[in-house]
Structure formats: structure tokens, C-alpha cells
């Protein structure tokens, strides 16, 4: 009897962790990149599918769609060896599982090209890696189409950079004679192309085809609800027969929305959004070949509050409004200085050169024709807004002493302010 719970704990775990025919995977190449898929028939609300790893969980599920929980190991190494499970939850509850071997080479000769998919963003990363089983005292890594050297070492030496492609943080400091790797991040759409690593006897240790990816949204900083939006994907040269799904993520899925298998010449896939919502403003482009998912590239939009054009209205009103106030402001005070001049019996002004001994330098300077002096404040240059203005009318001086008459009632000294406010 007491081995009964035995026993009924390891039926348990034959039932919901299985490997599957497809289980056991032929050895991956070293420096290559691995995509596993789990699919299940249905999947309920409550549930949830992903990967881990020996009992770990992965960084990140890469993508979740129609069922099915995508992977992708990238660049493959001795590491990236182990058991893989993609677990069914519900309501935190293993209900299934299955179990998937990944191995890899040790080393990286082959005579045939791999391809390699990567976004381009300022987060995406290529390590690119090439370990021989021979020891060599050169290595390079070259681009073809045009044949560049990108980067090459002696053994026991620092490697040296020939551009244009700076090495990211984890290419090889030292060549320890067969293992070199050459590290690109960010990676930009037009690094696409062959790359090769090639040994001091020309043998060919490592073929990889880059295709990039990447996405853009018109306009590109953000819209109104009301206003529309084109989303593209572009995939460089070479990806044939390579088909592209626009995806919009719920959470931590995705639904289709648009899909096409690109063919010929064309490169793109767009999709256009009418409108927009709070809910809808992260999508993903995936890329995939055979029904393999190669790449995921994501975009969030930013959805402007508001309606843009109630927005825009606003802003015309109360720029009319505004330009408004300033004409009123302007003939209400060219109606005061000629109300002022008719009551003093000086019908107009003229204009001295020169200053004036009773004003000072912030002041400009107007003689009437009976001899009376009028001093208008001068506007301070550095402003850029006017935020009052002032008009005084002084004493004349007396003769060449520069004594100043006083004032009579009827030139009193008076100023006007007005203030023009900003919502």
C-alpha cells in the first residue's frame, strides 16, 4: 500500500509530459538559429501554453498564435543544448505537456549556407559564430556581394576591425586559433547580405545569409482616434517564398489580420488602420518560411488623446481670436494718441535726430512744432512678446541749462498698460 502515491505520481508525469516523434530533433548547426512550435487544439481562456526550460522558465515565449507557442533559440551553441517543455496551464495547473531534445554541433563546417533572420531595431543582436575543428593561425569573417573583410585575428591576438560594422560587446577579444565570434547590435536593415568565415588556408568555416526586417507606421509619431494609419513591413533581398502576417497582440497573443507570401520583387506588406483604440496600438510582423516562424519585428503606436479635428479648430479659434485682440489693442491705442495730441493743439509730430539731453537712452525722442517734447518708451529688444506699452509726455526744457518747465494740467503724465494672455 505504500507504494501506491508512487506510483500514481509517476503515471501522472508519463500523462502530462510526453516526447512526441518529432521529439527528438537531428543535431542543429552550430550557430544557427532553432524555431519550436507547440500546438493544441483548443485552448480556453483560463489557459496558457509556453516554454521552458529543464523546469525553467524561458526568457519570454516568442510568439503566441492560432494555438500554437513559438520559440526561436537564436545562434545556437554547446548552451543551448537541453529538454525544452511547452506546458498547458489551466488556472496555473499543468495539464499537458511535451518535451522537446535540442542538440547542437560542436563545430561549425559545412558546406552549406544558413539563413538568418533579425530584426532592425536598436535591441536586436547577430552573433555570428565560427569554431573550427582545426587549429588556424588566421580567421577572418568577410561580407560578400560587394567582398569585404569585416574583421579578422591572429591567434593569441586582438582582433582587428576593418568596418564599416562596428563589433558589439560580445565579439571575441582574443583568437584562441578556432573559435572567432563577430557580435552586430544594433543590426540595421541594409547589414543583409553573405557572411563568411574563412580560415589562413581560404576553407570556409561558416556560411550565413542575413535577411533583415523592418517595420514603420505613417505617420510616424502618433494619431488622432479618427485618423488612419498605414503599417509596413519590408524584408530585405533574398527571402523567397517567405510570407508575411501582420499580427495585433491581445495580451500575450496575437490575432491575424493580414498575411501574403511574397514572391518576384515584391518586398512589402501593409496593412491600413482606420481608426485606433487603447487596446490596439501594439502589433508584431512575423516572418515565416515553410510554417516555421523565422522573425517577429514589433511596433506600439501612440494614440494622441482627443479628436484631431476638434483639436485643429481649437487651435484656429483661439489663433483668431488672439490675432483678434492684438488688432483691437493696436487701434485702441493710435486712437488715444490722437485723441491726446488734438486735446494738447498738436495736430502731428515730428521726428528729431539725435537724443535729447532731458531723456534717457531707453527713450525715443519727438519734438511737436510749438517745441514740446514727447517721450515714447522704447520696447526692450530681447523680448519676444510686447507686455506693456507706455506713452509720457514731459516738461521741455528750458533753453541750454536743461532745466525742465513743469507741467501744465493739460500734459499731465499719464500710461496706458495692456496685457494680451495666453490660455
Same mark, same amino acid.
Given at each position: 500500500m505504500?507504494?501506491?502515491? $508512487?506510483?500514481?505520481?509517476?503515471?501522472?508525469?508519463?500523462?502530462?509530459?510526453?516526447?512526441?516523434?518529432? =521529439?527528438?530533433?537531428? +543535431?542543429?548547426?552550430?550557430?544557427?538559429?532553432?524555431?519550436?512550435?507547440c500546438e493544441v487544439a483548443s485552448l480556453p481562456e483560463s489557459s496558457t501554453l509556453q516554454w521552458e526550460r529543464e523546469g525553467a522558465p524561458t526568457s519570454n515565449t516568442t510568439l503566441f498564435l492560432n494555438n500554437t507557442a513559438y520559440i526561436i533559440l537564436h545562434s545556437v551553441d554547446q548552451q543551448s543544448q537541453g529538454t525544452y517543455t511547452c506546458k498547458l496551464k489551466q488556472n496555473g495547473k499543468v495539464q499537458m505537456c511535451w518535451n522537446r531534445t535540442v542538440s547542437v554541433s560542436e563545430h561549425t563546417y559545412s558546406k552549406k549556407s544558413f539563413p538568418l533572420y533579425r530584426e532592425t531595431s536598436n535591441s536586436s543582436d547577430l552573433t555570428l559564430i565560427c569554431k573550427s575543428e582545426k587549429t588556424?593561425?588566421?580567421?577572418r569573417w568577410q561580407l560578400h556581394h560587394p567582398e569585404l573583410i569585416m574583421i579578422?585575428?591572429?591567434?593569441?591576438? +586582438?582582433?582587428?576591425?576593418?568596418? @564599416?560594422i562596428e563589433p558589439?560587446?560580445?565579439?571575441?577579444?582574443s583568437y584562441n586559433g578556432r573559435e572567432f565570434i563577430f557580435h552586430v547590435s544594433p543590426v540595421r536593415f541594409n547589414y543583409s547580405g553573405i557572411y563568411k568565415c574563412v580560415g589562413d588556408d581560404q576553407t570556409t568555416y561558416s556560411t550565413i545569409t542575413l535577411h533583415t526586417v523592418r517595420v514603420s507606421a505613417d505617420p510616424p509619431d502618433g494619431v488622432f482616434r479618427n485618423q488612419s494609419v498605414v503599417l509596413t513591413c519590408e524584408v530585405s533581398r533574398g527571402a523567397d517564398r517567405a510570407t508575411l502576417a $501582420?499580427?495585433?497582440?491581445? =495580451?500575450?497573443?496575437?490575432? $491575424?489580420?493580414?498575411?501574403?507570401?511574397?514572391?518576384?520583387? +515584391?518586398?512589402?506588406?501593409?496593412v491600413t488602420l482606420k481608426s485606433l483604440s487603447? =487596446?490596439?496600438?501594439? $502589433?508584431?510582423?512575423?516572418?515565416?518560411?515553410?510554417?516555421?516562424?523565422?522573425?517577429?519585428? @514589433?511596433?506600439k503606436l501612440r494614440l494622441y488623446a482627443g479628436d484631431g479635428v476638434v483639436e485643429s479648430s481649437v487651435v484656429i479659434i483661439t489663433a483668431g481670436a488672439v490675432a483678434a485682440c492684438v488688432v483691437i489693442l493696436l487701434g485702441a491705442l493710435l486712437f488715444y494718441f490722437?485723441? +491726446?495730441?488734438?486735446?494738447?493743439?498738436?495736430?502731428?509730430?515730428?521726428?528729431? @535726430? =539725435?537724443?535729447?539731453?532731458?531723456?534717457?537712452?531707453?527713450?525715443?525722442?519727438?519734438?511737436?512744432?510749438d517745441g514740446g517734447h514727447v517721450a515714447m518708451a522704447k520696447a526692450e529688444e530681447e523680448e519676444e512678446e510686447l507686455h506693456y506699452a507706455s506713452v509720457t509726455v514731459r516738461g521741455v526744457c528750458d533753453g541750454a541749462r536743461g532745466n525742465s518747465r513743469k507741467n501744465t494740467p493739460g500734459t499731465s503724465d499719464s500710461t496706458i498698460y495692456s496685457t494680451v494672455n495666453f490660455g
Open positions: 505504500s507504494l501506491m502515491p $508512487w506510483t500514481f505520481l509517476i503515471l501522472i508525469s508519463v500523462f502530462c509530459c510526453r516526447s512526441q516523434a518529432e =521529439g527528438h530533433m537531428p +543535431k542543429a548547426q552550430h550557430g544557427t538559429d532553432v524555431t519550436l512550435s588556424y593561425n588566421r580567421i579578422a585575428a591572429e591567434k593569441g591576438q +586582438k582582433p582587428i576591425v576593418n568596418g @564599416p558589439g560587446t560580445h565579439t571575441s577579444t $501582420w499580427l495585433r497582440m491581445e =495580451g500575450n497573443r496575437a490575432a $491575424w489580420v493580414k498575411q501574403d507570401v511574397l514572391t518576384g520583387s +515584391k518586398r512589402t506588406l501593409s487603447e =487596446g490596439q496600438l501594439l $502589433w508584431q510582423c512575423a516572418l515565416f518560411t515553410e510554417s516555421t516562424l523565422r522573425a517577429v519585428a @514589433p511596433i490722437q485723441r +491726446k495730441s488734438a486735446a494738447g493743439g498738436q495736430p502731428r509730430t515730428e521726428i528729431k @535726430p =539725435g537724443a535729447d539731453p532731458c531723456l534717457s537712452d531707453s527713450a525715443l525722442t519727438y519734438v511737436n512744432r
